[in-house]
């Protein structure tokens, strides 16, 4: 996943340099500022308020998936982009957002068959917040 990340941004870096050596104005060169800007910061991360008011409205249907051991039905349900699953955990990716290589930062909700709440930690800096018993709230990012 490294290689691909240094792939894109020298692809990225080669984009940039010509399209700014194709620019005959400085209206075109603001263009294309703006355009490289708009593709190298993606951001599709929902607001923590958001993610916590989601768990909230939607606890029975969590908990009737608890109880069979199967969260899939919430993969691509209204905020929730991916379900992770693993032996300590259950990840509801909400989305994040990311500088080309150099930086991401990831959002979204987890299950803690342990109420574990460091169950998902990751990333170089790792928040969570307990939404209720053996759900969190997470964010983490990458440098």
Do not use: H, T, W
Request: glycine residues 6%; negative net charge.
């Amino acid at each position: 996943m490294k290689g691909m990340k240094k792939a894109v941004a020298v692809l990225l870096v080669l984009l940039v340099l010509f399209s700014f050596s194709a620019c005959e104005s400085a209206e075109e060169f603001v263009a294309s500022v703006v355009f490289l800007g708009s593709i190298l910061n993606s951001d599709d991360s929902v607001p923590k308020e958001e993610i916590i008011k989601f768990v909230e409205e939607n606890i029975d249907k969590l908990r009737e998936c608890e109880e069979k051991g199967d969260f899939s039905q919430f993969e691509g349900y209204k905020i929730v982009k991916k379900v992770y699953a693993d032996d300590n955990y259950v990840d509801f990716y909400c989305g994040g957002k990311g500088l080309a290589a150099g930086y991401s930062y990831y959002c979204g909700f987890f299950y803690s068959p342990f109420n574990d709440y460091n169950a998902l930690e990751q990333g170089d800096r790792y928040e969570s917040e307990k939404i209720c018993d053996k759900l969190y709230f997470y964010e983490a990012e990458y440098y």
